[in-house]
C-alpha cells in the first residue's frame, strides 16, 4: 500500500512557464513533507519542505502547497528552466523521532527553451 | 547540512556474489538510514542503522540478506548478499536533517549480472 503517491509520472513544461507537480498521501499522522530533485547518477538533493501546521512554504522559484483536509500538496515552480529538468520525489514523515521518509515514485519534469 | 560520501558509485557484479557500500558522514549523527531505488520505483527503505545496536529491517527485508553495519557515529556499510539479477538497483544511505531535510549520498549503481 503506498503511502505517498505521485500518479503523474512525467510532466513536459516550456521554459518560463509554471511548472505543479502534485503528491497525495494517505497517512494522516505525516506532519512533514518535503520534495526532493534527483539528477541521473547523483542522490536525491533536498528542494523544500513544508510543516504540517503551514499551508505554504516559498524558496524563491519553489513553492509548496500543502492541503491537509485533501491529503495533497504540490511543488509550484516558477519560471520553470530547463536546468529544473530531472526527477522530482515527494516525501513524508511522521511526527515519531529519527522515523525515515516515505517516498513518491517521482515525476520527470522536462523544461525545453 | 550533512555531508555524505558514499561508495563504491557504481559496479557490475557476478550473481552470487556480495558488495559492500560504504557510507562517510562528515558529523556525528544518530540514525542512518538505507534506501533502495529499483528501477521506476520510489525509494524504498531498507533499514535503519542506530550506532551501537541492531539495524531495524523494514518488511520485505532480511539482516542475512542485507547485513548493516554501524560502527561509529560517522561510518556506516550495507552489504547486498548472494547477489541476483533482481537485487540490480540504486542503493543510497542518508541521515536526517535539521533545516534543510534529510540529506542522501550519492547512491551507488548496482547491475547484477
Known amino acids: 500500500d503506498q503511502q505517498v503517491k505521485q500518479n503523474s509520472p512525467s510532466l513536459s513544461v516550456q521554459e518560463g512557464r509554471i511548472s505543479i507537480l502534485n503528491c497525495d498521501y494517505t497517512n494522516s499522522m505525516f506532519d512533514y513533507f518535503l520534495w526532493y530533485k534527483k539528477y541521473p547518477a547523483e542522490g536525491p538533493t533536498f528542494l523544500i519542505s513544508i510543516s504540517s501546521i503551514k499551508d505554504k512554504n516559498e524558496d524563491g522559484r519553489f513553492t509548496v502547497f500543502l492541503n491537509k483536509s485533501a491529503k495533497h500538496l504540490s511543488l509550484h515552480i516558477v519560471p520553470s528552466q530547463p536546468g529544473d529538468s530531472a526527477v522530482y520525489f515527494c516525501?513524508?514523515?511522521?511526527?515519531?523521532?529519527?522515523?525515515?521518509?516515505?517516498f513518491g515514485k517521482g515525476t520527470t519534469l522536462s523544461v525545453s527553451s | 547540512s550533512a555531508v555524505i560520501s558514499q561508495k563504491p558509485s557504481r559496479d557490475i557484479c557476478q550473481r552470487g556474489t556480495s558488495l559492500t557500500i560504504q557510507c562517510q558522514v562528515d558529523?556525528?549523527?544518530?540514525?542512518m538510514f538505507w534506501y533502495r531505488q529499483q528501477p521506476g520505483q520510489s525509494l524504498t527503505l531498507i533499514a535503519t542503522?542506530?550506532?551501537?545496536?541492531?539495524?531495524?529491517?523494514e518488511s520485505g527485508f532480511v539482516i542475512d540478506k542485507f547485513p548493516i553495519s554501524r560502527p561509529n557515529l560517522t561510518f556506516s556499510t550495507l552489504t547486498v548478499s548472494n547477489m541476483s539479477p533482481e537485487d540490480s538497483s540504486i542503493y543510497l544511505c542518508s541521515v536526517a536533517g535539521t533545516v534543510y531535510g534529510y540529506t542522501f549520498g550519492s547512491g551507488t549503481r548496482l547491475t547484477v549480472v
Open positions: 542503522a542506530n550506532q551501537g545496536s541492531e539495524a531495524t529491517y
Open positions: 558529523s556525528q549523527v544518530t540514525m
Open positions: 516525501a513524508a514523515s511522521a511526527p515519531q523521532a529519527g522515523t525515515a521518509l516515505i
